[in-house]
């Protein structure tokens, strides 16, 4: 029992659970006296606890390391948008019963983890998460696309020893990241949605920055505890930066507030991210690799003896 609650996977878990059900609950709260339904209210909190819940059996599953196909979950189901009914023309969400779900907050946390895991380890790693770029500019979402864009560029930047590719891979995102801004995006903001701290702040501004510093201590918890986990940092890394970027591109435009504002999708996609990263945590440490293709190290070994 001892050695389990000692794990650094386990003091993840909880202290990020902790803070992100802080934020639930203070968002509650605000929509609750904003006389927001108390059934809106209660899907994110059934969030939180399926999403937890999901995020312990990731982070037993994936001890002995993350899938590099899971980065391919989001180009497929961001695509997977542009099957669904548009609404006025915005393709960014999937169905799941009368439930809709923002398929890149779904997402995108789980794949940034993976990309980050994996991303020293070829070019073919890089391929799934560069690709969804171009499908959140379609949809189109500036703020996915933007946070998505900051873990590309951050990670591409630590490839010294290919500076030309990085290169490319920073001015794609960074292209990406503006057109999508560009694009003419018709949605209204809905108050307890993209509006929440709006709404904390009219209650009381000790609420509101109350409500902020929860967001973002939230979002920092992943570098905190990964910091000293060669193996983790980077996804640790990637993942705060991904969802700091969801708590920043609201200030800028209609885009939801995730853990506060209504909707379960920034709760569970955040919970399946930290659900992996627990599980990287744990995992044995990975011996650094240059960025080289799979091929050609087989070449360099040789054949077995």
Known sequence: MTSWLVRPSTRLLLLFGGLMLATVLVGAWVALASQVPAALVARNLAAWLIGGLCAVGLAAVTRR???????????????????????????????????????????LPAAVVAFAAASRTGWQSWIPIVAALPLLVWQPDASQATALAVVVVVAAVRLRDRWFIALAVVAAAIVAAADAWLQPDPLAPVPEVEGIVGLAHAMSPWVGAALMALLIATAAVPTILTVRSPGARLAGLSLSL???????????????????????????????????????????????EP???????????????
């Open 65 to 107: 390391g993350v899938p590099g196909w899971i980065a391919w979950l989001a180009p497929l189901l961001l695509g997977a948008c542009f099957l669904m009914p548009d609404l006025q023309g915005v393709h960014r969400w999937v169905g799941l019963g009368p439930i809709r779900l923002n398929a890149a907050m779904l997402v």
């Open 291 to 305: 960025f080289k293709t799979v091929t050609r190290r087989h070449k360099e070994k040789g054949p077995a003896a």
């Open 242 to 288: 991904l969802l700091l970027a969801w708590i920043a591109t609201p200030v800028f435009g209609a885009f939801p507030v995730p853990f506060a504002g209504i909707g379960p999708s920034p709760i569970l996609g955040a919970w399946l991210g930290i659900g992996l990263l627990a599980g990287l945590i744990d995992s044995p440490p990975l011996e650094p």
